[in-house]
């Protein structure tokens, strides 16, 4: 069965902490993706890459960063949490030329 | 600026009804189309899709429409079932440009389907 796994359900942050979200898929999937879920604007795309050590900037970048060291894990950074950054973070990969992603089950990110 | 979007954020159907969800983009450019359902504390999970060379796509209970001159398409449910509610979501996604793997999601429809 695919998984994609998320490190953290829930999580607690104080504002201008570094934080990392860590994803990892067991597919052996090339495309990876980071969306925010906030009500009334749906999911948003943060970052996606295709392939190791490759990004690529989605529709609202500013304030995170990525990294994908190795294929099968995708990681979100704040580098400096902010109070608007408060959202459910869904990874998600998929196969390249194949829209249907495969999503984690999220992790709902506080920040105080 | 929103390029697909779902007006209704919730919908309410009895059970053993139609329940239809409606979805309308901007983007002219798009060609690919896929509804994906969210329960709480789960990730989305694919439900069906369809080509801009199709106007109907259909998979046991659910069967999704696109009229493209409208720039709509509409996902329906025939019969709803209690499982069904969920919050649904459709995406688009441009199979022409480079990168044809990302996809831009609407704002989500909620459906609770009552006895």
């Known amino acids: 069965d695919v998984k994609v796994t998320q490190s953290s359900r829930y999580l607690v942050k104080r504002t201008g902490e570094k934080v990392f979200l860590e994803c990892v898929q067991d597919?052996?999937?090339?495309?990876m993706f980071w969306y925010r879920q906030d009500p009334g604007l749906g999911l948003r795309l943060i970052y996606f890459?295709?392939?190791?050590?490759?990004?690529e900037k989605g529709d609202i970048p500013e304030g995170y960063s990525v990294s994908r060291e190795k294929k099968e894990r995708f990681s979100l950074i704040l580098e400096s949490a902010s109070t608007n950054q408060t959202s459910m973070y869904l990874c998600?990969?998929?196969?390249?030329?194949?829209?249907?992603?495969?999503f984690g089950s999220g992790t709902q990110l506080s920040v105080l | 600026d929103q390029q697909v979007k779902q007006n209704s954020p919730s919908l309410s159907v009895q059970e053993g009804r139609i329940s239809i969800l409606n979805c309308d983009y901007t983007n002219s450019m798009f060609d690919y189309f896929l509804w994906y359902k969210k329960y709480p504390a789960e990730g989305p999970t694919f439900l069906i899709s369809i080509s801009s060379i199709k106007d109907k796509n259909e998979d046991g209970r659910f069967t999704v429409f696109l009229n493209k001159s409208a720039k709509h398409l509409s996902l329906h449910i025939v019969p709803s079932q209690p499982g069904d509610s969920a919050v649904y979501f459709c995406?688009?996604?441009?199979?022409?440009?480079?990168?044809?793997?990302?996809?831009?999601f609407g704002t989500g429809t909620r459906l609770q389907v009552f006895p």
């Open positions: 890459s295709y392939d190791v050590k490759m990004k």
């Open positions: 995406a688009a996604s441009d199979r022409r440009s480079y990168n044809t793997d990302k996809l831009i």
């Open positions: 998600a990969s998929s196969l390249p030329g194949r829209e249907k992603l495969f």
């Open positions: 597919m052996d999937h090339e495309n």
